[in-house]
């Protein structure tokens, strides 16, 4: 039982993490407590196109939806919609996940499943090994010399390495989502529906699977007085827009806010994906950031096993320095726009998406620069300028 790399978490970032460790021809183990990566999901699968194929080629068997169209629809009947080609996907994520694993597989690395780690054992300044309870309880150590948080949201292994695991209410959204059967949906819009009455302080949305299913989802702020009507404002609105549909799927969960560069390293444990809070904190989309710095992470790992970092501060150049180069600055912008939007009343939504009509009606979406959006929008709408002291 001794790897150069464990890797704890079979999801996008782990099996991401897991590939380029094996590829460099390292050897790595890949524990999942699940009996198979991708199921269940939990997850509305829905990416951006263009970071998506930046990072990966998408196999057709992947795709359940291309979506070219978004449709935002605010209180009282407001409504805006933007025609963008590229502008996403809606994954089969069981088949997604189940992929990326095998590729680690194939490229050399052992996966167990149904196996859980519990634990990290610290030797001096660096962790050592982690325990694992395997399918029939039977408990092993095993040792590596870098491990990788990928474990998810509520990452056991960061909270075992003395990471302050901080999934207080404050800092999480609960979602809940049914899929959806038997409806009738626009297999290339997204829809997205705000406004108090709808979803209090959050948003829901609808993502076609196909034209006649969908991923029907509401995430509010956790400590919203409403979020205990979750199932009722979710089952109201459903039956409002999809009556007779069928629900054959139920997914809820908490997800916690970006909270800063500290989350993703401590001496030779890697933090990767939800379990370093690497989401974009106001929509809770987070496969992009779990494939990138899954693919860092691993090669950061790859590069400290072969020599060519020889202390494990260089590490932190590779892995995190260079994920948050290219991520920090936009998971710190979502977390401010988060407190702007939890701010946002009625009025303020349909301000917004006239203001968004005018603008969308003059330029195209490939050309949106988010500043000056802002700018437009208070200058048209100045009561809006009261939200900016959010944004500080
Ligand atoms: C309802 C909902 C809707 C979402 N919708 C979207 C969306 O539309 N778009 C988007 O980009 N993001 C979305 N997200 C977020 C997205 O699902 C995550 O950001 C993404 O899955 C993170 O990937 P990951 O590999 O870091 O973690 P995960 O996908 O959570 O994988 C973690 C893996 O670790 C395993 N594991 C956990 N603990 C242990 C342990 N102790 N031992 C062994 N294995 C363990 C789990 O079984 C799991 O396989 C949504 C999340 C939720 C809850």
């Known amino acids: 039982m001794k790897y ?23 050897s790595v183990l890949m524990v999942d407590r699940r009996e198979r990566p991708g199921t269940p999901v939990y997850c509305a699968e829905a990416v951006s196109r263009p970071p998506f194929e930046k990072l990966l080629q998408p196999k057709p068997e992947w795709i359940c939806a291309s979506i070219e169209k978004i449709r935002i629809v605010g209180p009282h009947g407001s409504e805006l919609n933007i025609h963008h080609k590229d502008a996403g996907y809606i994954l089969d994520r069981s088949r997604f996940d189940y992929d990326l694993a095998g590729q680690a597989v194939e490229a050399g690395c052992q996966l167990e499943c149904r196996t859980i780690a519990t634990r990290l054992f610290r030797k001096g300044d660096r962790f050592n090994s982690v325990e694992l309870t395997g399918p029939t309880g039977e408990r092993t150590r095993a040792e590596a010399s870098v491990f990788i948080a990928a474990d998810g949201a509520e990452s056991v292994i960061a909270r075992s390495a003395g990471m302050r695991n901080g999934l207080e209410l404050e800092e999480t959204e609960s979602l809940l989502q049914y899929r959806l059967e038997d409806i009738s949906v626009d297999p290339e819009c997204v829809e997205f529906h705000m406004g108090n009455s709808v979803a209090p302080e959050g948003y829901l949305w609808v993502f076609p699977k196909s034209a006649s299913s969908a991923n029907v989802g509401l995430g509010i702020s956790t400590p919203s007085k409403r979020s205990e009507k979750l199932e009722i404002l979710l089952r109201d609105f459903i039956e409002r827009g999809f009556g007779g549909g069928k629900v054959v799927g139920k997914t809820c969960g908490l997800v916690p806010k970006y909270q800063g560069k ?13 379990a370093a809070r690497a989401l974009d904190s106001l929509t809770g989309a987070g496969i992009i950031s779990a494939l990138m710095s899954g693919r860092y992470a691993g090669q950061a790992a790859a590069a400290y096993i072969a020599g060519r970092v020889n202390d494990l501060d260089a590490i932190e150049h590779l892995y995190p320095k260079r994920f948050l180069d290219v991520k ?64 500080l």
């Open 262 to 274: 500290d989350r993703f390293r401590t001496a030779n444990l890697l933090v990767v994906g939800d």
């Open 4 to 26: 150069d790399v464990i890797v704890i978490g079979a999801g996008p970032a782990g099996s991401t993490a897991a590939y380029e460790i094996a590829g460099a021809g390292h």
């Open 328 to 391: 920090g600055e936009e998971l710190a912008i979502y977390l401010k726009l988060r407190n702007v939007y939890r701010n946002l009343n009625d009025g303020d939504f349909s301000d917004i998406i006239e203001a968004l009509n005018e603008h969308f009606s003059n330029n195209s979406v490939y050309g949106v620069n988010a500043g000056r959006l802002l700018i437009g929008l208070v200058r048209t709408r100045p009561r809006l300028l009261r939200l900016i002291r959010h944004l």
